[in-house]
């Protein structure tokens, strides 16, 4: 007797076929219906080289972001991978503040890390966090999440690795503002935001207790998020949501009680975006009484109180409930240490070469927020540059010949590109052309000698960018590592990067280059402000339809597909939860 | 801009038309449906006397089945509930053990206790724990459950009643078997159960270390149950299912290393059920290989080990990873104390009469698992039970004069309807003859005397029962002390209940009668236990089927409803989650 088996094949089906997973539909009892269309998943081909010697040993530390799209896309079956996180888990944290407030559940955002590598590559897991990495002995550090023994003695162990992928990702920034540590909460981990959800309903019962004085009341109703960027706006926009649209009707007294209030140290909030999403996210929590305190930095916390400067240098402080401290990135203690060994020590984060190999050492790379990304300079190589480009060694640089290396130079200094469109520049040519006038010759030359380039090129470098410390840059970086992992022995031998200006030869891949797909930030009221490539901006309720479209469909699985769907739907219907669970 | 109107407006007439709630019809993406149909809420007019003066104040002491069921069936707006308990939720318990491993999440199980009651009841809810009943001041003392000032310490206060309703339950017994309390899980909130699905992931997680001795991974993934009732077996079947279905899946090393026992002190498991039912049990846990040790008392854990003595003597030993400790309630701390000031010390749970109020206490009511209801026996009210019967006082009872008050005996003693049921006889008169021919009279005679009657009775109250400490009987308990509130004015008027044997006139209620709908005991590998009314005993998938419908039904909301169909329906399609948060 098997009653289930259409529910098994078609579960089946869903393991067997991720092809699937370009259309999502889903219906609903109410015959409500959202169709997705998730992005088609680019499939490299595996050239998995057999060696028929042993495997090489990748060991992956975390599991956030960039370790699970490394982990997803490695898909050569010649490393065997070790992956090593606290978490067994990978977190779609951009849905961590809609946990906070239960209009999505913690474990539809969260996936088995397990369940994440690809059946043809050897991979185990280990629950362990890694303390010191030595890359002399070429081994990681561990100790055990729980205590293994009786005594809650945490297991340490070492591992050792051919190549190590280092994914920790950061840990919350306090700036060593006193009272921060203690007293606040921060969202970067599921935990987290389960947390804050108990917490905020916790306040709710406390101020509905007998015999306590109005302002106390007032003082734990009062939440406090302290930085306006994405996760600190759409946390106070969801707190605001959730509080007007399901608390009050169960806590009817605390509705003129509650107060949510946003500092942040800058003039506006998300800073990051453009200047007409910021103004209306201003204007929206003024609306909606979200007080919103700019250019207010805050320099102690206690128990109950939150103090915070003015830039005139005037210091309030408040009496508050919660708060949620949403500022920034720090680097881990792990990474650190590691930094010191490297000669490192004086960075915020690890530096790379544009491979995502960390600077100085051999088999390791960083990714995500732990890492950044150390753009050569083109007035650092300028020399070598012309050197390269002048073949006939004639002193002298021909448009010509600057031509025939200018896709390598191009793919090698990304900053050149950017800077000839920051300045309506169509190609090299023009940038000759503009050497030229600014050296007084009215006739465009043909040729420029190493000064003349130099003078031409010397605005470059002011174009480097540092990429965000985003989950999209750290997702990116993720896929991009495993396929230069899945083709390493090929390009070994057919390299297909730009050639080397310091050295002979090409390199092995194309250096790592990140697309910004566009950002959105959710501004509570079913309104969304999206900004896209191309400094597209929409706003509102469209664009909550997009969000609604694009975070369903970048969903690493099936199963937390449908139950993110389905934790939205419950939402419309009944409200969110606020049982203290 | 209102995109939401069509789910906005069906969740509007959800909200306010539960009569909706008669069929439940949900249909899945898969096409699959579930059509269960849930008891027919009966409806009882209201009758809210509004007596211009003061509301009577109505405090109820807890939010499990017992106390949500008053709550929910309390209809007349003349009093004002003010409710008190650590949880300002209600959880759905039979599904407790579903949450341990994540058939159904923790959440779905759960509503907001300020839901439940009915709008036209003044309710009010305190998140706090009652330390302390004074039936003299007719006050209950109460603490919080979060400390409220910057120490944590927490706030006490104390609240006063008019009318208390006592429905705390009971918590786990240990009996008090050394290291129990420290070393074992119990199952008996919701946090429980969070807990052991947290503990068996980290289980798992333990044995993949490095470094360990095979015989410490076969103790960390050793699953102890203890008790083999109803909970204790369901748990062990929904483990079994957990680990073979999916977690082999993900760690398919700890496939030979695990290892589930049951320990059962009695000779076999689910005595309460038919022989059938406990037979099948046996036979399927031996096929899945679950160990049940019948006969073994638990003497000593440490936190390595457990120690079980046979019936034989013999201690033996056994190293273990987690222990589920379920067997059986006992007494709460203030439960005891209260008992202690009204001279019932030396019970197991309050004593109250059959309309559920506290013996010996005014106003004090008491149901659910803290509670046992105390029968009054036929052979103590012997005396006045002739006397009301012998209307002409004539020292001898007729056949006729018994009838007349025999409707009334019979809801006061329904030991004597049971007494008759069991012997075979069809009525009073089969009784009377019965004793005639004990008498040694052959001849039917048509009066008896006291003492006649006395031994005619002698044997009835051999047939009174306790109540199973079951969700089933608090939420009659409650249904039923609801509509007693509901009707307090109206029946004071015109008494409903029967003659009062020792005093004049009619008591106010019929008193409490509890009706067995039936029980299940889900036995893993969509295998359910059914025993219903009339000893119909049903095993298999159909009777799982039947437990789906019926747990879907019996859900308190529309919300916990569809929430918990969809997690059934999301477990067939992807399994469990096995991330550990």
Redesign the interface.
Same mark, same amino acid.
């Given at each position: 007797?098997k009653? #289930?088996t #259409?529910?098994?094949r078609?579960?089946k089906a %869903?393991r067997d076929h991720p092809s699937l997973s370009r259309i999502l539909? *889903?219906?609903t009892?109410? $015959?409500?219906g959202l169709i997705a269309y998730s992005e088609a998943n680019v499939s490299y081909s595996s050239n998995g080289v057999e060696t028929g010697t042993r495997k090489k040993k990748v060991v992956l530390l975390g599991t956030g972001w960039a370790g699970a799209s490394f982990l997803k896309d490695l898909s050569n079956s010649s490393y065997e991978v070790q992956v090593i996180s606290p978490?067994?888990?990978f977190a779609f944290t951009p849905l961590l503040p809609s946990v906070t407030c $239960?209009t999505v559940? @913690?474990?539809s955002v969260?996936?088995?890390i /397990?369940?994440m590598g690809r059946k043809n590559v050897e991979m185990?897991? %280990?629950? @362990?966090e890694c303390f010191k990495i030595d890359p002399g002995k070429k081994k990681v550090y561990c100790r055990?999440?729980?205590g *293994?023994d009786?005594k809650g003695k945490k297991?340490e162990?070492d591992?050792d690795y051919d190549y190590l992928v280092i994914a920790t990702g950061a840990q919350s920034n306090t700036f060593n503002i006193p009272g921060v540590e203690e007293n606040c909460h921060f969202l970067k981990e *599921?935990?987290d935001a389960?947390r804050i959800r108990r917490t905020v309903?916790?306040s709710f019962?406390?101020a509905? %207790?007998?015999?306590?004085k109005e302002e106390e009341r007032k003082r734990m109703l009062h939440f406090v998020v302290v930085g306006g960027g994405p996760t600190g706006v759409e946390f106070a926009a969801e707190l605001h949501d959730f509080v007007t649209e399901d608390l009050v009707k169960?806590?009817p007294k605390a509705k003129n009680l509650v107060q949510i209030t946003l500092l942040e140290a800058a003039d506006h909030i998300l800073t990051m975006f453009d200047k007409r999403i910021t103004e209306f996210a201003e204007e929206k929590f003024g609306r909606d009484g979200v007080d919103v305190k700019l250019g207010s930095m805050v320099v102690k916390v206690n128990?109950?109180e939150i103090s915070a400067k003015t830039k005139g240098g005037e210091v309030s402080t408040i009496p508050y409930g919660m708060i949620v401290w949403s500022t920034g990135v720090g680097t881990r203690p792990v990474i650190k240490d590691f930094m010191k060994q490297i000669g490192q020590g004086n960075r915020r984060a690890l530096a790379t070469n544009e491979w995502l190999r960390v600077e100085g050492c051999d088999n390791i790379y960083a990714l995500g927020d732990c890492a950044t990304i150390n753009q050569r300079k083109v007035m650092e190589d300028i020399a070598n540059i012309f050197k390269k480009a002048d073949k006939d060694k004639s002193g002298t640089l021909t448009v010509k010949q600057f031509q025939e290396v200018m896709d390598d130079i191009f793919v090698r200094y990304p900053q050149i590109e950017l800077y000839l469109k920051s300045k309506g520049m169509r190609g090299i040519a023009d940038l000759l052309k503009q050497a030229n006038t600014e050296n007084g010759s009215s006739k465009a030359k043909e040729e420029l000698n190493i000064e003349e380039l130099k003078s031409a090129l010397s605005q470059v470098d002011s174009q480097v960018k540092f990429l965000p410390a985003t989950g999209q840059v750290a997702a990116q970086q993720g896929t991009y590592l495993a396929k230069c992992f899945d083709r390493m022995e090929e390009c070994e031998k057919n390299p297909e990067g730009p050639i080397r200006i310091r050295g002979e030869g090409r390199h092995r891949f194309r250096p790592f280059r990140y697309r910004h797909l566009g950002q959105f930030a959710p501004l509570g009221g079913?309104q969304t402000a999206a900004q896209l490539p191309g400094d597209w901006v929409s706003i509102?309720?469209s664009s909550q339809?997009l969000w609604y479209s694009v975070y369903a469909s970048k969903q690493v699985?099936? /199963?937390t597909r449908?139950?993110v769907v389905?934790d939205w739907? /419950?939402r419309?219907?009944? $409200?969110r939860?606020?049982? /203290?669970?």
């Open positions: 007797m009653p #289930f #259409f529910f098994e078609f579960s %869903l539909v *889903v219906s009892i109410s $015959g409500g978490r067994n888990y $239960g559940e @913690a474990r969260v996936e088995p /397990r369940n185990s897991f %280990l629950e @362990a055990s999440k729980q *293994v009786s297991q162990f591992v *599921v935990e389960q309903i916790d019962e406390k509905s %207790l007998p015999d306590l169960l806590y128990d109950k079913e509102g309720h339809w699985s099936w /199963r449908v139950l389905s739907m /419950r419309f219907i009944f $409200g939860d606020s049982s /203290r669970i």
